[in-house]
């Protein structure tokens, strides 16, 4: 027999509104079950202060996936989590999703599922689902925007996922549709690390504010993160932010940039200027051994650090250098997400539901 849903609270995160959107679609399944239902955006309650649930309630997380794994903002939230005598939990995560001609291509999600799972099983949750959706990619740093009539037909063929998903959910079943995933989820998962540690406070300096911005402060008001300072009266980046590319897909005025000239430009003079240098100074005092794997992995990570120090100081004098005209031209003009076709992400219009 299987165990009935007394109640069903839903976590979410969502930068651009997909994990949002599946958030909904599962709710609006429960309430036709007339199943009391709570959706709760993590990035708007006090997450260290969520008291044990109740037997029958069923506890479900969505969150969109960020460099092979959940985003901090939701895993710091599930490692948090109070501890339980056997609730019920299902964990998804959109992810970025294509469809070429009439075949729809998922994304990938590494960690995302299993470390969070893993996290919950040891506070004494049970598991009884793991699916991935795969909505359009909103990265937009790395590509443009997907068109609006892919977007459309995605969130179709996504809704129907997602309701599929939830029905089997809510009658008691047990649902493992991400192990399908495993193998390809282990090879990249080395990846997820140095995205945790690196990657995206990296991604997050490479945002800057173009001549379109009025300062209207939509981008900070909005961001769920906080991460959105404003100085030098312009909007500023800092390590809080996720990129969860928010700011740059709803500005109005399209005067959020990803900046891939000066991105680039500062990694090679990093790694020809002051890496070399670095070098040169350090083989004045010792001799670095070849072909040793411990050495190697040694270097690694100094090399890493001191690109990811370098970029921190560098972030603040580019900020100031987009003041000089000549300069702010040339950012401006490598910046591709400058060009028209360089579509900004919006979710579709038409299959967005209402939270309850
Ligand atoms: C910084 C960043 C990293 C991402 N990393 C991945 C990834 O590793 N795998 C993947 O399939 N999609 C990745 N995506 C795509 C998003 O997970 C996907 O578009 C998701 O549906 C966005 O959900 P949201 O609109 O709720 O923020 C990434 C997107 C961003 C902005």
């Known amino acids: 027999m299987p165990e009935k849903v007394g109640q069903l609270i839903l976590y979410y995160f969502s930068g651009t509104g997909n994990a949002r959107n599946v958030a909904a679609w599962f709710a609006e399944?429960?309430?036709?079950?007339?199943?009391?239902?709570?959706?709760?955006?993590?990035?708007?309650?006090?997450?260290?202060?969520?008291n044990p649930f109740p037997g029958g309630a069923l506890i479900g997380f969505v969150s969109p996936t960020h460099g092979f794994n959940y985003?901090?903002?939701?895993?710091?939230?599930?490692?948090?989590?109070?501890?339980?005598?056997?609730?019920?939990?299902?964990?998804?995560?959109?992810r970025a999703g294509l469809k070429l001609s009439k075949w729809f291509v998922p994304g990938l999600s590494g960690l995302a599922l299993w470390l969070s799972a893993i996290v919950l099983l040891l506070k004494g949750y049970r598991i009884f689902g793991l699916r991935s959706i795969d909505l359009p990619s909103n990265w937009i740093s790395f590509h443009p925007g997907v068109k609006e009539a892919v977007v459309e037909s995605i969130y179709a063929h996504c809704k129907r996922v997602t309701k599929g998903f939830a029905s089997k959910i809510l009658d008691g079943k047990k649902v493992y549709t991400a192990f399908r995933d495993i193998i390809q989820d282990i090879l990249v998962s080395p990846i997820s690390i140095g995205y945790f540690f690196m990657g995206r406070f990296?991604?997050?300096?490479?945002?800057?504010?173009?001549?379109?911005?009025?300062?209207c402060e939509l981008c900070s008001n909005n961001c769920p993160m906080h991460a959105i300072l404003t100085v030098d009266k312009r909007p500023f980046w800092s390590y809080?932010?996720?990129?969860?590319?928010r700011?740059?897909?709803?500005?109005?005025?399209r005067a959020i940039e990803t900046s891939h000239g000066y991105i680039t430009g500062i990694m090679f003079l990093i790694n020809l200027v002051i890496l070399a240098l670095f070098w040169k100074w350090v083989a004045t005092f010792i001799t670095i051994p070849e072909?040793?794997?411990?050495?190697?992995?040694?270097?690694?990570?100094?090399?890493?650090?001191?690109?990811?120090?370098?970029?921190?100081?560098?972030?603040?004098?580019?900020?100031?250098?987009?003041?000089?005209?000549?300069?702010?031209?040339?950012?401006?003009?490598?910046?591709?997400?400058?060009?028209?076709?360089?579509r900004r992400y919006k979710p579709s219009k038409k299959m967005i539901s209402q939270l309850p």
């Open 240 to 245: 809080r932010c996720e990129s969860c590319m």
């Open 71 to 94: 985003p901090p903002v939701s895993m710091y939230f599930i490692f948090r989590f109070p501890r339980s005598r056997g609730n019920r939990v299902f964990l998804m995560n959109t």
């Open 291 to 342: 072909h040793n794997a411990w050495i190697e992995i040694l270097l690694t990570f100094i090399r890493w650090g001191i690109t990811f120090l370098s970029l921190v100081v560098f972030y603040r004098i580019f900020h100031y250098l987009l003041r000089i005209p000549l300069l702010r031209d040339l950012f401006y003009y490598t910046s591709l997400t400058r060009y028209r076709f360089w």
């Open 29 to 50: 399944e429960a309430q036709s079950r007339q199943i009391p239902t709570e959706v709760v955006d993590i990035a708007g309650i006090d997450r260290k202060h969520i």
């Open 202 to 215: 990296m991604l997050a300096k490479t945002f800057y504010a173009n001549e379109l911005c009025d300062n």
């Open 247 to 253: 700011c740059m897909n709803n500005c109005p005025k």
